[in-house]
């Protein structure tokens, strides 16, 4: 086999985002499969040899991140790195972005001095999204920030922020705060062409969506609101976390296709 890239040793950190939450798949390490896996299924389809980890776990903050994840991440010795970090933390009241993306480039730092090429992500536009979108540009200064940080550090950026195809709500799982399958798919692709590979991963090509009526959109967003909304809420009151218990799917590196 001819390698059509030059990586042999993938390793992906961070939280329910890449760990692939809203992407269901039973036979998937975990029950989840998410873009990381769906790139690391295209680089080992196209060269011989190739290891995959996933330290992701969902609910992690940023800290919490970069002093479980980091430096087991190096420890496997992985030529390359992807990192989503911060989301958790930008989305709660008070935080500011500007120190988060300080924290975030400390661990960056210390990914990029191992010499792998490392991934990174701005976050998407949640701008037409029910109480998210009120954040909006608060994710967008955090955004300008990671960019800065990308260029400083020569970091892969793979903008989800440009990514305009993510506005449609079939991208979304019923949460509205984890990508759908479909949206999982859409960042796979976002990432192999950032790092320039090619593949032949579908295309989204979704059909116009149904008009709905004012009463029916309201009344999705009172059943999201008391199905979703209000638990991720409550956690937070009682300082719980969704990765409670949690243990990283993909602790080792390995083949990618031998759980299934």
Same mark, same amino acid.
């Given at each position: 086999?001819?390698?059509?890239?030059?990586?042999?040793?993938? !390793?992906?950190?961070?939280?329910?985002?890449?760990?692939?939450?809203?992407?269901?798949?039973?036979?998937?390490?975990?029950?989840?499969?998410?873009?990381?896996?769906?790139?690391?299924?295209?680089?080992?389809?196209?060269?011989?040899?190739?290891?995959?980890?996933?330290?992701?776990?969902?609910?992690?903050?940023?800290?919490?991140?970069?002093?479980?994840?980091?430096?087991?991440?190096?420890?496997?010795?992985?030529?390359?790195?992807?990192?989503?970090?911060?989301? @958790?933390?930008?989305?709660?009241?008070?935080?500011?972005?500007?120190? !988060?993306?300080?924290?975030?480039?400390?661990?960056?730092?210390?990914?990029?001095?191992?010499?792998?090429? !490392?991934?990174?992500?701005?976050?998407?536009?949640?701008?037409?999204?029910?109480?998210?979108?009120?954040?909006?540009?608060?994710?967008?200064?955090?955004?300008? @920030?990671?960019?800065?940080?990308?260029?400083?550090?020569?970091?892969?950026?793979?903008?989800?922020?440009?990514?305009?195809?993510?506005?449609?709500?079939?991208?979304?799982?019923?949460?509205?705060?984890?990508?759908?399958?479909?949206?999982?798919?859409?960042?796979?692709?976002?990432?192999?062409?950032?790092? @320039?590979?090619?593949?032949?991963?579908?295309?989204y090509q979704p059909e116009p969506l149904p008009k709905i009526s004012w009463r029916r959109a309201r009344r999705d967003d009172v059943v999201w609101a008391r199905e979703y909304f209000g638990p991720w809420i409550l956690r937070r009151l009682r300082k719980q976390s969704s990765g409670d218990g949690i243990s990283a799917k993909r602790?080792?590196?390995?083949?990618?296709?031998?759980?299934?």
């Open positions: 086999m001819e390698p059509q890239h030059p990586w042999s040793r993938y !390793v992906a950190i961070g939280d329910s985002f890449t760990e692939g939450i809203g992407d269901p798949e039973p036979r998937s390490p975990g029950g989840y499969r998410g873009w990381a896996d769906r790139v690391a299924e295209v680089l080992s389809d196209q060269t011989e040899d190739f290891a995959y980890a996933n330290l992701a776990v969902r609910g992690r903050l940023l800290d919490q991140i970069m002093a479980e994840q980091v430096e087991p991440a190096l420890e496997l010795k992985p030529d390359l790195i992807a990192i989503s970090a911060g989301g @958790n933390d930008i989305i709660r009241p008070g935080t500011d972005p500007d120190d !988060v993306a300080a924290r975030f480039e400390t661990g960056l730092a210390r990914l990029s001095s191992a010499g792998a090429t !490392v991934v990174m992500f701005a976050g998407p536009d949640i701008g037409a999204t029910p109480v998210l979108g009120r954040i909006r540009g608060k994710v967008a200064i955090y955004n300008e @920030n990671l960019r800065a940080i990308a260029q400083k550090h020569d970091a892969v950026m793979a903008d989800m922020w440009a990514l305009r195809e993510l506005a449609d709500p079939r991208m979304w799982a019923p949460d509205r705060l984890h990508f759908s399958p479909i949206g999982h798919q859409t960042v796979a692709r976002l990432v192999l062409a950032a790092l @320039n590979v090619p593949n032949d991963l579908d295309p602790p080792t590196a390995g083949g990618v296709r031998e759980a299934l």
